[in-house]
């Protein structure tokens, strides 16, 4: 699977869009982009997915540039409980079964009031 | 019912003791997985059972043993454990083979005195 770079940490006032960066340069084409994130003390938690094209949900969006090279999530008025480490993973999915995730080290929001 | 859960939450154990960890779903999901997170580090997948047959080993050290009785229950035996195995640990689920979206419990935090 390919390796994503994600910063260490970012802040973000509480109201504000947290937009969080995740470079991934040698996905290939049958990649697909995940996001997780993991509040304190719980378990991980799926926020999204996608291949190509944007995507959007309750809870976050999802932009993936053109050459699918870099990505970023986007949460549109973050709130305290927003405060996580979100984790950008990449991963391949096969007619035949797909690949567990594996856990890259991710970027700690901490979303301000 | 969407969620997984751990029992129990917290355990400490000597190095010679023999213990188990617990993790039951009821979604129906027929995947199960068993992470191992250190401190302020991204979750380690060590297990995967697909279809109740281990599918996946991470090249686990012994000492822990997985089980998994039937498609709605994931054991993870413990023996003889080193101070250095404590840590979180969590099992999660997906709906078919290998899904893409993981449903995870809070986990179990081990101590090893």
């Known amino acids: 699977d390919a390796k994503t770079t994600q910063p260490t940490s970012m802040d973000c006032a509480e109201g504000r869009a947290a937009n969080l960066p995740c470079n991934h340069s040698t996905i290939s084409g049958n990649e697909y982009v995940y996001w997780y994130r993991q509040i304190h003390s719980q378990g991980p938690q799926y926020i999204i997915h996608g291949l190509k094209n944007n995507e959007t949900n309750e809870m976050a969006s999802l932009i993936i540039t053109e050459d699918r090279k870099s990505s970023t999530l986007i949460l549109p008025h973050a709130t305290l409980r927003d405060t996580a480490v979100y984790y950008c993973?990449?991963?391949?999915?096969?007619?035949?079964?797909?690949?567990?995730?594996?856990f890259g080290k991710g970027t700690r929001l901490s979303v301000i009031a | 019912d969407t969620e997984v859960t751990q029992t129990p939450k917290h355990l400490v154990m000597g190095m010679t003791n023999k213990k188990s960890l617990k993790c039951e779903q009821h979604m129906g999901h027929r995947a199960m997985y068993w992470y191992k997170q250190k401190a302020k580090k991204p979750p380690e997948l060590m297990f995967v059972?697909?279809?109740?047959?281990?599918?996946i080993n991470e090249s686990v050290p012994s000492r822990f043993s997985p089980e998994c009785p039937n498609s709605s229950l994931l054991n993870l035996h413990l023996h003889a454990l080193q101070p250095e195995d404590s840590a979180l640990y969590l099992c999660?689920?997906?709906?078919?083979?290998?899904?893409?979206?993981?449903?995870f419990g809070s986990g179990t935090q081990l101590s090893v005195l």
């Open positions: 999660a689920s997906s709906p078919g083979g290998l899904g893409e979206k993981l449903f």
């Open positions: 993973i990449v991963r391949v999915r096969r007619n035949s079964g797909n690949t567990p995730l594996v």
């Open positions: 059972y697909s279809y109740e047959k281990l599918s």
